[in-house]
């Protein structure tokens, strides 16, 4: 990792936006924090089926991309907790009407809905 965000080239407005949520666990990461700040535990709970290397991975490019907040405290032992920085709230916000649109297909196609102990049902996502 470069630790700078990536710039292009792009040939649209879309191509760079996709930069940042391409993979399946971005846009699954944004929803779980726009909940509330989470600890990587948390995270790895409220997304059933993403490893700890990808959970990992993701994170950090969030990260890198300005989407990610990571802070941690220096304790014993140690904690860091992760939130949505202002560009991660725009993105997750430009995310909604995509999320809401999921959801409509799910009703209409009557697909089946992974079930999160404690997570709240968001229209959005």
Do not use: N
Not at 32 to 59: D, H, N, Y
Not at 63 to 80: A, K, S
Not at 111 to 122: K, L, Y
């Amino acid at each position: 990792m470069s630790g700078a965000p990536r710039t292009g080239p792009y040939v649209c407005g879309l191509d760079a936006a996709m930069d940042v949520v391409t993979g399946k666990w971005k846009s699954l990461i944004l929803w779980e924090l726009a909940q509330a700040t989470r600890r990587f535990g948390q995270l790895r709970r409220g997304l059933p089926g993403v490893s700890e290397k990808m959970l990992i991975q993701q994170l950090r490019e969030m990260e890198e991309d300005g989407l990610v907040h990571r802070e941690v405290y220096r304790e014993v032992p140690p904690r860091v907790e992760y939130s949505l920085t202002e560009q991660g709230w725009s993105l997750h916000e430009a995310l909604a009407p995509l999320g809401a649109w999921g959801v409509a297909r799910i009703a209409r196609t009557g697909a089946a809905r992974v079930e999160v102990p404690g997570a709240e049902v968001h229209s959005g996502q």
